[in-house]
């Protein structure tokens, strides 16, 4: 003898919700609140229209798939053999992540959602800090799939040091090339011009201003120190003076 499906009085066979919203990778439990007479939650047979959006297990669990809609059937058969069926509308929207932004030492920039498999555009950050220059991120912005922190990538600058040691002489291995990280440099004397003592390094050629010895350790960008020398006369002559 065939079974026949019937349309349900809300009495006989009954479910708690007739409509799901979940999110891809959810899961939701539909509920059977009423049987037939003699029937067990183990007699309801589940099935869905779609399972590339959403599955169902054998005790009513839907886990979301794929963005989509589908329907889920919940079949049972009453005591003449008559298949009652009820359904659950499922809609399921893609996956969303959450992508952090980082920026320099690690500070957060910025926090965007983002669905499943798409890109995200990056936000601003400085191209320059003091001493480094921006280069990229460090993970993809394209196929979200995940959580993501993304942090900004920055490398140090390295900086040239220029003597004009003004016709005296550098020691070959005095420092040409330094960083923001770098200790303190002490900077070389530029000897070796005859008559003359040196008396220290200026930043400019009037010799003019501040008095350089060191680099101190933080500074950034290129140097150019101009030596100032003094003649033996004029030091001769400020000591006969004193």
């Not at 799901?20 to 037939?36: F, H, M, R």
């Not at 589908?70 to 959450?98: E, M, Q």
């Not at 390295?158 to 004009?164: C, E, H, P, R």
Request: proline share 2%.
């Amino acid at each position: 003898m065939s079974t026949k499906e019937i349309v349900v009085k809300e009495s006989d066979f009954s479910i708690d919700t007739k409509e799901l919203s979940l999110e891809k990778y959810d899961t939701a439990v539909i509920k059977v609140t009423t049987l037939p007479t003699d029937k067990t939650e183990s007699d309801v047979r589940w099935s869905s229209d779609d399972i590339s959006v959403a599955e169902v297990d054998s005790d009513g669990t839907v886990t979301a798939v794929g963005a989509g809609q589908t329907i889920i059937h919940a079949k049972v058969k009453n005591w003449k053999g008559d298949v009652i069926t009820l359904d659950c509308s499922v809609n399921v929207s893609p996956a969303k992540f959450d992508v952090i932004f980082r920026g320099f030492n690690g500070i957060q920039i910025d926090k965007i959602e983002v669905n499943e498999g798409e890109s995200v555009i990056a936000p601003d950050v400085p191209m320059t800090v003091a001493g480094y220059t921006f280069t990229g991120w460090d993970k993809s912005l394209d196929n979200i799939r995940a959580d993501l922190v993304i942090n900004a990538v920055y490398v140090l600058n390295n900086y040239t040091i220029t003597y004009n040691a003004n016709g005296g002489s550098i020691d070959a291995y005095a420092p040409t090339v330094y960083n923001y990280e770098s200790d303190t440099i002490v900077l070389p004397q530029a000897g070796g011009k005859d008559g003359y003592i040196f008396a220290g390094w200026y930043d400019n050629s009037n010799l003019t201003g501040k008095l350089y010895t060191t680099i101190e350790k933080g500074n950034y960008g290129d140097k150019v120190f101009c030596s100032n020398h003094i003649s033996f006369s004029s030091k001769f002559l400020h000591f006969i003076e004193t």
